[in-house]
């Protein structure tokens, strides 16, 4: 399975901190997502870093990926109470029956306090 | 730009009857549909990729006959759930993939659909 898989489970800081999150995958990849979701909503596309990238900044977004290692990690700094949601990486799998397909792992759950 | 909606929003019916809700990319052509289910607290499950005038590719386990996919237009996906149990309440999110040269990238998810079977 191309799963993606976070870590932690459950993250909790207070405002104005860093919050990082970490995805392992298992094969090999055409690219990496990271997805956000609100409770009982769907989910919004934050970024997109392509293996052959090891760095993608999106405002106070900073994914790395490290295909050596089959990582990535995502960066939020300086946190807001509105970032608080899920955090899902998904890995797009680059060959096989994973072709083209998106695999979500189980999430980090974030919680920004005010 | 790229964004996907769904129909309905939240549905509640009756046990055995058959409920359909519809995937559309409103301001771009997708190739490319994909259907998940997610339950209370878990992950998205892909269920069933979805390709423009032709059948559906599902995963394992999921039944097609029970999950009927139709991927009529470049910007209509519609999943019909039949004989629906009180099993397959769960939220039901498509997404849409771009067409052409950027086939393979991001997705693009719609607001989900709320399945309640009594």
């Known amino acids: 399975s191309q799963q993606g898989e976070e870590d932690p489970q459950a993250l909790s800081i207070q405002e104005g901190e860093n919050a990082t999150m970490n995805c392992s995958y298992k094969?090999?990849?055409?690219?990496l997502q990271w997805y956000r979701q609100n409770s009982g909503r769907g989910l919004v596309h934050l970024i997109l870093?392509?293996?052959?990238?090891r760095e993608k900044h999106s405002g106070r977004l900073r994914v790395t990926l490290d295909t050596s290692k089959k990582s990535s990690s995502l960066l939020i700094t300086a946190s807001r109470a509105a970032d608080t949601a899920s955090y899902f990486c998904?890995?797009?799998?680059?060959?096989?029956?994973?072709?083209?397909?998106?695999?979500f792992g189980q999430g980090t759950i974030l919680t920004v306090h005010p | 730009g790229a964004v996907v909606s769904q129909h309905p929003s939240w549905v509640i019916c009756k046990s055995g009857t058959s409920v359909k809700i519809e995937c559309r990319s409103l301001?771009?052509?997708?190739?490319?549909m994909f259907w998940y289910r997610q339950f209370p607290k878990q992950s998205l499950m892909l269920m069933a990729t979805?390709?423009?005038?032709?059948?559906?590719?599902?995963e394992q386990g999921v039944e097609k006959d029970k999950f009927l996919i139709n991927h009529a237009s470049l910007t209509l996906s519609t999943l019909t759930v039949t004989s629906a149990h009180p099993e397959d309440s769960s939220f039901y999110i498509c997404?849409?993939?771009?067409?052409?040269?950027?086939?393979?990238?991001?997705?693009?998810f719609g607001p989900g659909t709320r399945l309640t079977v009594l």
């Open positions: 997404s849409a993939s771009l067409a052409g040269a950027r086939k393979g990238n991001e997705q693009f």
């Open positions: 094969t090999s990849i055409n690219n």
């Open positions: 870093i392509r293996s052959n990238e």
């Open positions: 998904a890995p797009l799998g680059a060959g096989g029956t994973s072709y083209g397909k998106l695999t």
């Open positions: 301001d771009f052509q997708a190739t490319t």
């Open positions: 979805s390709n423009e005038g032709s059948k559906a590719t599902y």
